[in-house]
């Protein structure tokens, strides 16, 4: 099945650092999505954005909402070891059916 | 702890078998959706169900059914078990149908599928 593009799909990092990540794709969304899931959960929604443009904060995570409608980026502030876990865009098409598309996930492995 | 729960955690069965999974929701939530997860990819929408109708379906064959009941707890069946559908399912619940940006999915933990 379709799944978005996203990158990198893993990333070792030291604590205290920042990271990023993103998520593209060949069609338009209307709604981005940013989940996490440690092992042995299941994802847990970390941000939802719902307009082009859209920069909105939970904590120490910031998602933006692409202008094209086509992408999306998470940031990370100052990791720390509970950072720990798989991170999955996901895009949502309005009309019809609602049916979520999620991304290959980024593993992020902090080193303390 | 969302209040999901998956029935059985894990399970095996061998190919051309047939598996239930089983999903309570979270209380107050009339929406059930589940997801097929391979090793190392993203979760694959495979129907949701809202006040028992199914009301939207990803790309899986009809041998991939559900059901929901009246009190919003849902089974998945899979008929004709294939290698390929070794995986975790995913059970999430959520306040209402329709959008999941709209209606936050609370997720369980998974039944972990072995086909042999």
């Known amino acids: 099945g379709q799944q978005l593009n996203q990158s990198p799909q893993s990333m070792f990092i030291q604590e205290g650092e920042d990271v990023s990540m993103n998520c593209t794709s060949s069609s338009i969304f209307n709604t981005w999505l940013w989940y996490k899931q440690e092992p042995g959960e299941g994802p847990v929604l970390l941000i939802a954005?719902?307009?082009?443009?859209e920069l909105t904060s939970n904590g120490r995570l910031t998602a933006q909402f692409g202008i094209t409608r086509k992408d999306s980026f998470l940031n990370i502030s100052a990791s720390i070891p509970s950072d720990v876990g798989i991170y999955f865009c996901a895009g949502e098409k309005v009309g019809g059916s609602y049916i979520p598309t999620f991304g290959r996930g980024t593993s992020l492995i902090v080193h303390p | 702890e969302t209040g999901v729960t998956q029935s059985p955690t894990h399970l095996i069965k061998t190919r051309g078998q047939q598996v239930t999974l089983r999903c309570s929701s979270q209380s107050g939530h009339n929406t059930v959706s589940w997801y097929q997860q391979a090793l190392g990819q993203g979760p694959q929408f495979i129907f949701q169900?809202?006040?028992?109708?199914?009301?939207g379906r990803g790309n899986f064959p009809p041998r991939f059914s559900g059901l929901q009941f009246p009190n919003y707890s849902s089974e998945l069946n899979v008929n004709a078990l294939e290698l390929d559908d070794s995986a975790l399912y995913l059970c999430?619940?959520?306040?209402?149908?329709?959008?999941?940006?709209?209606?936050?999915?609370?997720f369980g933990a998974g039944t972990r599928l072995s086909v042999l």
């Open positions: 954005l719902y307009k082009a443009g």
């Open positions: 169900y809202y006040r028992e109708e199914e009301n």
């Open positions: 999430a619940s959520s306040p209402d149908g329709g959008l999941i940006a709209k209606n936050i999915q609370y």
